[in-house]
């Protein structure tokens, strides 16, 4: 059963890579292929219901992912449905398509550190699609957005998933990794804009605004604007306070926005009200990609409670045994499977007497496992994202952003390496 998964897993994969040749939707396949491997898992034991709370542990995970994915999509909805993009682009002076992606790869990079690199992912698109009405520039640009979100991301405790999970696990500290991974991720970053921008030298773009389906008050925008930006700040410092999962941050966040909006329109005519409400906002999110990500999770984890990524690791472990190309291969392995369970595994394979904390090889995980998911386009949560909104053709980003991202990752750990050997 479990080679019989695997190659369900390569399959559906596979169908996801050439949606556009098969006209068929990635969400479709995706969800196939997760439950798929999952009544294998099940068909091929005897203790359904140890399968059955297993798969119902997975979903819980699952599920805070998802939630909030909807909920920090919802705020940027309610952003765009008041405008609150307009006034950020008002205050972009240039008009040159080189200078504006140096400063959306910027922004990127560090709000990723600030919040996480999902929610970054989603506003930097978001606004990016207000700017560039040209939709093979608007997909470059997304293409760096992911690689700067997730480069971001991986420096702060706070700004990916798993450098998180390494934090509270006792394997890092937040003042160490911060300081053993700024110039590796900034160079991350900085390799593929190099390669990037000279395509857009010379270009120039007009920026118009799009025609607003209901008036809004520019105080209204203004108050949004900042509440929305305010609120989704405040999600990781929920989380630090309560340690309560993120997605619960996010959701009392929208709650919060929910009822100020709901009161500042609360005497205008109902037509209006509801274009402006959250109702609204949660009708123009794109559901498919959120079941698309349910399903590839739900696929990952099957293959993680088969014992798959556990073999994986340790057999990386066995055939290499340099803590560089185990942490480069991890990375790169990344792309295709969830970060998380691979650096789970990670987790349970070493203890903290094999790599103490602030060990280089933990420091080294969390750069590759953070920054590898750029190279595939479904291979981070913040790629997985930008896809959904901008639709973004699995092959296009392969041909054209998988090598620029592999090439900024190489240089990272090129810097990671030297930092090690120097210092």
Known sequence: MITLSIIVFILGYLAIAFEHPLRLNKAGSALFTG?????????????????????????????????????????????????????????????????????????????????DNLTTAIVMTSLTAKLLDNKEDRLWFVGMIVIAANAGGAFSPLGDVTTTMLWIGGQITAQNIILQLFLPSVIVCLVPLLIVSPKFRNQTFQFQSEATTATVDRKESILVLTLGVILLLFVP???????????MGVLFSLSILWIVVSIIH?????????????????????????????????????????GVLKHLAQFLDNS???IYLIG??????????????????????YDLSTYPTDHHFWEFL??????????????????????????????????????????????????????????
């Not at 953070?370 to 386009?377: C, D, L, M, Y």
Request: aromatic fraction near 10%.
């Open 35 to 115: 439950i798929l491997c999952w009544t294998l898992y099940v068909m091929g034991t005897t203790e359904k219901e140890a399968v059955v709370e297993e798969l119902l542990h997975h979903l819980g995970e699952i599920s805070s992912i998802l939630f909030f994915l909807l909920g920090a999509m919802t705020i940027v909805e309610l952003i765009d449905s008041h405008d609150g993009f307009n006034l950020i682009t008002e205050k972009i002076k240039t008009r040159s398509k080189s200078k504006l992606l140096w400063i959306i790869a910027v922004i990127t990079f560090f709000m990723s550190a600030l919040l």
């Open 237 to 247: 410092i929920f989380k630090t306070v309560t340690h309560l999962p993120p997605f």
């Open 266 to 306: 609360y005497k205008k005519p109902h037509e209006e009200t509801k274009r402006l409400s959250v109702t609204h906002a949660l009708e123009r999110i794109d559901t498919p990609s959120i079941l698309f990500f349910l399903g590839i999770l739900l696929a990952v984890s099957a293959l993680q409670s088969f």
């Open 320 to 322: 290499l045994g340099n």
């Open 328 to 349: 480069s291969a991890l990375g790169l392995i990344s792309s295709i499977v969830d970060n998380v369970p691979l650096v789970a595994a990670a987790q349970g394979m």
């Open 366 to 423: 969390a750069l590759t496992t953070g920054t590898g998911g750029s190279a595939i386009i479904i291979g981070s949560a913040a790629g997985v994202a930008a896809m959904g909104i901008e639709k973004i053709d699995f092959m296009w980003y392969l041909k054209k952003i998988s090598w620029i991202a592999v090439a900024g990752f190489i240089a990272g750990i090129l810097i990671f390496i030297g930092q090690a050997i120097v210092f």
